[in-house]
């Protein structure tokens, strides 16, 4: 259950070529001899965009009507979050690349989510890392665009490093924007200088 859209690092462009790699290799080995691995593949995208709804109605379909082993995404935090918890409840493994939100370090609530992409708790923790070698101890400062579309990246990016640092007692402060157009840097300037020093920009494009 996968989006198409390239944009996304987990599209199925990407994932079905490796996956249907690993399909022929385990079926040659004999690793599962006497057994078949039929591959199941539905977008989980609207409008070129993920969508939760339809992740969600995928899902519930396919355990009513094909009964899987597992599923293969969704990638996108809301999809993977709705999906998760269904997976839970019917006790089927839930693979994904994405699902990069701290809410997934929720065992109790996902408990069969394998992910193996980057999660934004593990930059959390590079970051913290980063603040006790230059000895940053006490406060910190997050200028992010918050893009309230989609799969809203950055918030989800932000939120790990806010949340590592809190837990190792760093004050942390945000200032989230939403339209770069209109965003007055002066505004960022005065709020730097009256809440802090240590500053983690996140724009539309890169991590900075």
């Not at 994904?96 to 394998?114: H, P």
């Not at 400062?141 to 309230?148: A, I, N, Q, R």
């Not at 770069?180 to 505004?187: G, I, M, S």
Request: some cysteine.
């Amino acid at each position: 259950m996968l989006p198409d859209n390239i944009k996304y690092s987990w599209a199925s462009p990407r994932v079905l070529p490796a996956i249907r790699m690993a399909q022929e290799k385990i079926q040659k080995s004999g690793l599962l001899k006497g057994h078949t691995i039929n591959l199941l593949s539905f977008s989980t995208e609207s409008a070129g965009s993920c969508s939760e709804n339809k992740a969600q109605m995928i899902a519930v379909d396919t355990k009513l009507y094909n009964k899987p082993d597992a599923f293969i995404g969704p990638g996108c935090s809301y999809s993977v979050a709705s999906v998760g918890r269904f997976a839970s409840h019917w006790k089927l493994p839930l693979i994904t690349a994405g699902g990069q939100a701290s809410g997934f370090d929720n065992f109790e609530e996902f408990k069969t989510i394998v992910r193996t992409g980057p999660t934004t708790t593990k930059l959390g923790d590079f970051v913290s890392n980063l603040h006790v070698h230059f000895n940053w101890s006490s406060r910190a400062l997050m200028v992010y665009h918050d893009l309230k579309q989609d799969d809203r990246p950055h918030y989800f990016l932000a939120e790990g490093i806010y949340m590592i640092l809190q837990e190792e007692n760093i004050t942390v402060v945000a200032f989230p924007y939403e339209d770069p157009q209109t965003l007055n840097y002066k505004d960022i300037v005065t709020f730097i200088k009256d809440n802090g020093r240590s500053k983690f920009r996140f724009s539309s494009a890169k991590v900075r």
